[in-house]
T-cell receptor, first 112, second 117 residues
Framework: QQPVQSPQAVILREGEDAVINCSSS?????VHWYRQKHGEAPVFLMI?????EQKGHEKISASFNEKKQQSSLYLTASQLSYSGTYFC?????????????FGIGTKLQVIP | GAVVSQHPSWVICKSGTSVKIECRSL??????MFWYRQFPKQSLMLMAT?????????EQGVEKDKFLINHASLTLSTLTVTSAHPEDSSFYIC?????????????FGQGTRLTVV
């Protein structure tokens, strides 16, 4: 079962902040975040492995609440280049039985 | 970061023919690779998990006889769409896991856009 993402779409003005949430009905081994621009393959942003873990890259950061089986992606002071569709990937299982399934995606558009 | 190369990027084939898509990890070994398909404006749908040296694990609803996956080496997995039909037209993407434990990351190939006419 794929993770649930919210919101489905958001429009921001440059410099504004946004939060994208991802929740799973299954226990999560890790959470992956990707951004995909139209017609291109997804680009890896970050992976969170442990409950409580937080990571950041430039002005994009994420947290992982293992108990709640949730992750959130934070975009601060958004730039035009942040536009795209953001997917969270839930990794379940381990070894040869692991798989990564993706949420439906959150379409983010940053306007001047 | 690690590089995953997918080939071809675009392919147009006639209905009834087969198409092979390659996914290579160029600078790392990948024991596990994933194959996804994506329809326009939709999310990535996991088709199967490919493990080196063993049979692929297919997701429910994915025909294993139609989508043949071979992971013959630690750097190469192939997806063959057999007897392709127009409804198989889609964007197919592979990804590979590298690292272990806390250092695990996943990287995507550039995708293959398949059009069956």
């Amino acid at each position: 079962q794929q993770p649930v993402q919210s919101p489905q779409a958001v429009i921001l003005r440059e410099g504004e902040d946004a939060v994208i949430n991802c929740s799973s009905s299954k226990a999560l081994y890790s959470v992956h975040w990707y951004r995909q621009k139209h017609g291109e393959a997804p680009v890896f942003l970050m992976i969170l492995l442990k409950g409580g873990e937080q990571k950041g890259h430039e002005k994009i950061s994420a947290s992982f609440n293992e108990k709640k089986q949730q992750s959130s992606l934070y975009l601060t002071a958004s730039q035009l280049s942040y536009s795209g569709t953001y997917f969270c990937g839930a990794r379940t299982g381990s070894g040869g039985y692991q798989k990564v399934t993706f949420g439906i995606g959150t379409k983010l558009q940053v306007i001047p | 970061g690690a590089v995953v190369s997918q080939h071809p990027s675009w392919v147009i084939c006639k209905s009834g023919t087969s198409v092979k898509i390659e996914c290579r990890s160029l600078d790392f070994q990948a024991t596990t690779m994933f194959w996804y398909r994506q329809f326009p404006k939709q999310s990535l749908m996991l088709m199967a998990t490919s493990n080196e040296g063993s049979k692929a694990t297919y997701e429910q609803g994915v025909e294993k006889d139609k989508f043949l996956i071979n992971h013959a080496s630690l750097t190469l997995s192939t997806l063959t769409v057999t007897s392709a039909h127009p409804e198989d037209s889609s964007f197919y993407i592979c990804s590979a896991l590298t690292g272990q434990g806390a250092y695990t990351e996943a990287f995507f190939g550039q995708g293959t856009r398949l059009t069956v006419v």
